[in-house]
């Protein structure tokens, strides 16, 4: 009985090994199976993500070239920009230098006003004369120019400004030098506007209203001016000085311009009224040279039948009698005939010739 249970024990040991055997490797064989559907997944997910991520990584490689053409291109802009900077500093200080001379400053202030005359449409043969000079008993003025105006009339303008304290103030290093220049600066310009409104130019040129033009030739000279002194526009038209940038000077030349349109418009106008004036005398003497014409024509016409009436009646009758008595004829004598055709007046119907 004891070797009986020994055998039957270890057959069931034996069968309880087999099956956990048989749970072991079910349970190996699952386990290299989800490993290989999770490398399976992983590949895909790899290759998906591969997917997306490719065109995102080449177009942040274009971004990257172009980001660096960008920047070469920029280098190169700044280069230049400074190359221009350098250049203008170059000219700056080269201008500023030839304006230290007053015959430069004077004739750089006349170049601006032509310039300005010109953009405005005043020609210098039709609306404005350079460099006059007031005859009279007084010391002789030289006004830079005279902008002629309808009816005669003129505007005298003056571009002296005075610059050289405004050219030292824009050198200048110290702000202390600088504000004293400035304020030289708005002191020559209200000098040389005192200076203007004593040569009373428009009693030397008679044509000339009441105030005369003083000529800034920047906006820049005239606004650090009047930023020194408030008071400078108020003073200059006291005195009948009237200051003017070249933005100001185009507008009050547009403004002359403007009217010598119109009165050439007017000179238009009445230059087509005289020619029709004349034309309508005209058309009248002509009128009446037709009405003598028709008269002529008319007594012409009465003659004519007259002379074909007599003609009839004295020479023709006459003429048909003889060939009745067997006078040889090698034609027939034609039968003239009157005129009755009636001669048209104008603006009226045709009257016969006999009224």
Not at 105 to 110: F, L, V
Not at 117 to 128: K, N, R, S, T
Not at 193 to 218: C, D, H, I, M
Not at 251 to 263: D, F, I, P, S, Y
Request: aromatic residues 6%.
């Amino acid at each position: 009985m004891d070797a009986v249970f020994a055998v039957a024990l270890f057959a069931a040991g034996l069968a309880a090994g087999g099956v956990s055997v048989f749970f072991l490797m079910r349970a190996l064989h699952a386990g290299r199976l989800a490993a290989e559907q999770r490398d399976i997944d992983a590949a895909r997910i790899a290759q998906t993500a591969g997917a997306l991520v490719d065109p995102l990584r080449r177009a942040i490689e274009q971004l990257d070239r172009n980001r660096a053409e960008s920047a070469g291109e920029l280098r190169g802009q700044i280069a230049a920009l400074a190359q221009a900077q350098r250049s203008l500093e170059t000219q700056t200080s080269s201008l500023a230098q030839s304006l230290r001379s007053p015959s430069v400053r004077g004739r750089w202030g006349e170049v601006q006003l032509r310039r300005v005359v010109e953009l405005a449409g005043m020609l210098p043969w039709c609306d404005f004369q350079e460099q006059p000079v007031a005859a009279g008993d007084g010391p002789r003025s030289r006004p830079d120019l005279i902008v002629r105006l309808p009816n005669e009339r003129i505007v005298v303008v003056d571009a002296k400004a005075p610059l050289k304290a405004y050219l030292e103030a824009h050198e200048a290093r110290e702000e202390a030098v600088r504000a004293a220049r400035l304020q030289e600066h708005a002191s020559q310009v209200k000098a040389h506007l005192n200076t203007l409104a004593s040569r009373s130019y428009w009693s030397q040129f008679p044509q000339a209203p009441e105030f005369v033009v003083l000529f800034l030739p920047g906006e820049i000279f005239f606004s650090a001016a009047l930023e020194q002194d408030p008071a400078l526009i108020e003073s200059g038209a006291s005195q009948r000085v009237i200051l003017a940038t070249p933005t100001t000077l185009i507008a009050l030349l547009k403004a002359v311009a403007h009217g010598w349109r119109q009165e050439q418009v007017a000179q238009n106008a009445r230059e087509v009224g005289q020619l029709g004036a004349a034309l309508y005398d005209r058309l009248a003497r002509m009128t009446t040279h037709l009405e003598s014409l028709r008269g002529s024509l008319r007594r012409t016409v009465d003659s004519y039948n007259d002379l074909v009436g007599s003609l009839e009646s004295r020479v023709l009758v006459s003429a048909r009698r003889m060939r009745d008595l067997g006078v040889a004829a090698s034609r027939e004598l034609p039968q003239p005939e009157r005129i009755d055709t009636s001669l048209r007046v104008p603006g009226q119907q045709s009257l016969p010739l006999d009224d």
